[in-house]
T-cell receptor
Framework: GQQVMQIPQYQHVQEGEDFTTYCNSSTTLSNIQWYKQRPGGHPVFLIQLVKSGEVKKQKRLTFQFGEAKKNSSLHITATQTTDVGTYFCAGTNTGTASKLTFGTGTRLQVTL | DAGITQSPRHKVTETGTPVTLRCHQTENHRYMYWYRQDPGHGLRLIHYSYGVKDTDKGEVSDGYSVSRSKTEDFLLTLESATSSQTSVYFC?????????????FGAGTRLSVL
C-alpha cells in the first residue's frame, strides 16, 4: 500500500533558526495537505497543494509540492516557540479524495 | 472544532475485554474517520464511513469493527482488546471548503490496554 515518510522524525532548534521537514510518498499523489498538532492536541489543517511544483506561503511557513507530485516540504523561517508541535503531511490519490494517507510526522521543539 | 466529541477521553482496560469508543458530530457531515496515532507511525486510518451503514476498511483495520447507525455517531469497537491496541485514537470528519476536503479532528481518546 501507499507509504508516506517524513524526515526528520524529530528536530530541536533554537528560536530564530530555520526548520524544514520533508515528505516522501511511494506513489504519485493527487494533492498533499499539511497538518500541525500541538503537544497534547489534535491535528489541525494548515494548507493543501495540488499542482506540480506549487509553492504556497503562510507568513513564515513555505510549502512546496514536488514536480513529480511524490514529495513535499514545509520550511519555517525564523522559528518561534509557538511553532512547537508535530507537522504531518497527508496525501490523497486519484479516485480516493475522501481518504488521506498521513506521513509519519516531524516533531519540532523550539527553545529560547 | 466542527462539533466533534469523542468519548471517553481516557480509558484503561484489560486484555481480552471489549471496548467501544464513540465519536459524535453535530453538523451532519457525511464522511467520518477513525485513526490511531502511535510514535513513529503518524496517524493510521482504521476505518472510515461515507454514510449511514456505509463503512470501509483502512490500512490497520484488523481487530477493529465500526458501526454507523445514524449520521451523527460513528462507533469504534475493539472486540477483544490487546496490548498492541494501546494508542491514542482520533475521530475526524471531512468538510469541503473552497474546493478542499479538510479533515477536522476530535480531541482524541487515550486507550491503555493492560
Amino acid at each position: 500500500g501507499q507509504q508516506v515518510m517524513q524526515i526528520p522524525q524529530y528536530q530541536h532548534v533554537q528560536e530564530g533558526e530555520d526548520f524544514t521537514t520533508y515528505c516522501n510518498s511511494s506513489t504519485t499523489l493527487s494533492n498533499i495537505q499539511w497538518y500541525k498538532q500541538r503537544p497534547g492536541g489534535h491535528p489541525v489543517f494548515l494548507i493543501q497543494l495540488v499542482k506540480s511544483g506549487e509553492v504556497k506561503k503562510q507568513k513564515r511557513l513555505t510549502f512546496q509540492f514536488g514536480e513529480a507530485k511524490k514529495n513535499s516540504s514545509l520550511h519555517i523561517t525564523a522559528t518561534q516557540t509557538t511553532d512547537v508541535g508535530t507537522y504531518f503531511c497527508a496525501g490523497t490519490n486519484t479516485g480516493t479524495a475522501s481518504k488521506l494517507t498521513f506521513g509519519t510526522g516531524t516533531r519540532l521543539q523550539v527553545t529560547l | 472544532d466542527a462539533g466533534i466529541t469523542q468519548s471517553p477521553r481516557h480509558k484503561v482496560t484489560e486484555t481480552g475485554t471489549p471496548v467501544t469508543l464513540r465519536c459524535h458530530q453535530t453538523e451532519n457531515h457525511r464522511y467520518m474517520y477513525w485513526y490511531r496515532q502511535d510514535p513513529g507511525h503518524g496517524l493510521r486510518l482504521i476505518h472510515y464511513s461515507y454514510g449511514v451503514k456505509d463503512t470501509d476498511k483502512g490500512e490497520v483495520s484488523d481487530g477493529y469493527s465500526v458501526s454507523r447507525s445514524k449520521t451523527e455517531d460513528f462507533l469504534l469497537t475493539l472486540e477483544s482488546a490487546t496490548s498492541s491496541q494501546t494508542s491514542v485514537y482520533f475521530c475526524a470528519i471531512s468538510e469541503r471548503l473552497a474546493g478542499v476536503n479538510i479533515q477536522y479532528f476530535g480531541a482524541g481518546t487515550r486507550l491503555s490496554v493492560l
